[in-house]
């Protein structure tokens, strides 16, 4: 076999083994967002906590699908990087980033109003 069909043949394989992959990843977290916007809805100690949980859950999601696409993508024309790889990875990253902004902000507008964090509601106490 000469070797550039076989490496194009192995990165065509790793390029749909990553894919699916980060797809597989992407159902997982999928279905934790799922069942934790289902245990906020249903009578519980902690609705807001879970509501939150589940759109961080659901970031992670986007962003598993979001480098999948990216690696896939780049994979193809590697050792050249395009636009549209580029673009899903940082926005993948972007995306991955967002549930700790997120947290950090409401923590520190909790602590600057003079509240107390509590870690098990995942809210603002203001006693």
Not at 96 to 106: K, N, S, T
Request: net charge positive; charged share 15%; with cysteine.
């Amino acid at each position: 076999m000469n070797a550039a069909i076989q490496s194009s043949v192995y990165r065509r394989s790793i390029k749909w083994l990553v894919l699916i992959a980060f797809i597989t990843v992407t159902l997982l977290f999928l279905n934790k967002s799922v069942y934790s916007a289902w245990i906020s809805g249903s009578p519980g100690p902690y609705p807001l906590g879970w509501s939150r949980r589940a759109m961080g859950y659901l970031c992670y999601a986007m962003a598993s699908l979001s480098f999948g696409l990216g690696l896939f993508k780049g994979i193809q024309t590697f050792p050249r990087a395009t636009n549209a790889a580029a673009v899903f990875i940082v926005l993948g990253a972007l995306l991955a980033l967002g549930p700790y902004i997120g947290r950090f902000v409401l923590f520190d507008s909790c602590l600057d109003r003079g509240g107390s964090w509590n870690r098990d509601m995942l809210q603002c106490s203001d006693e």
